[in-house]
């Protein structure tokens, strides 16, 4: 049995038929999914953090791994993929749906799991690092695979990544998801700071 052939949790399932029904076609797949429960589960009582809601498959995905005293906030800015979402958690009072800017994110920090796959992952990554608690896990998906060091993606140097996987308050790897897509999973070090804090 593949990935893909393996039942999916039912407000996955139900996610991804909001996600049909609005003709939205950028859903995490269930590869990165699962790796997704894995990390929500790793930080009972944590609060657990998604950048681009969509429709809500990631975040069904987050929730599967959620812990009984673990919350989720999620922020989409589109506002009718924001209302599909949020109506899949209405009856759970762990999970807040936000709609707007990712940065509203920031008065919900630190987070112990952050999913970044929307706002933030390539125009402020220092600040994603930022909003991490120590200890805390980043999932970031959609990358290239690459043999290459540096990674590079089209022929150049993929500085996004090397940023990641580099930098100095971060433990990270890069996990192939598919034959043909990974991701970068990351833990903050305890005594590890983002940019910001470190040029204060």
């Known amino acids: 049995m593949t990935t893909q052939e393996r039942p999916v949790p039912p407000r996955v399932a139900a996610a991804q038929r909001a996600a049909a029904e609005a003709g939205f076609r950028k859903s995490c797949t269930p590869e990165v999914g699962r790796l997704l429960a894995l990390a929500a589960a790793a930080k009972p009582g944590g609060v657990v953090a998604e950048s681009g809601t969509g429709s809500g498959v990631g975040t069904a995905w987050l929730h599967s791994g959620l812990a009984a005293d673990a919350r989720l906030v999620t922020v989409e800015r589109d506002p009718e993929l924001a209302r599909r979402a949020a109506a899949l958690f209405t009856d759970d009072p762990r999970v ?12 919900h920090a630190p987070f112990d799991v952050f999913f970044c796959d929307g706002g933030g992952k390539r125009d402020a990554p220092d600040l994603v690092i930022d909003l991490l608690s120590p200890g805390g896990l980043l999932v970031l998906d959609d990358f290239t695979p690459s043999p290459d060091w ?6 150049a140097v993929d500085d996004l990544r090397l940023h990641y996987l580099t930098h100095p308050s971060l433990d990270a790897t890069e996990v192939l998801t ?4 990974s ?3 990351a833990a903050r070090r305890p005594s590890g700071r983002g940019s910001a804090a470190l040029s204060s």
């Open 183 to 185: 991701a970068l999973v």
């Open 96 to 107: 807040q749906i936000l709609t707007g800017d990712w940065r509203l994110l920031e008065q």
């Open 178 to 181: 598919t034959p043909d897509s």
């Open 150 to 155: 540096p990674p590079r993606f089209e022929g």
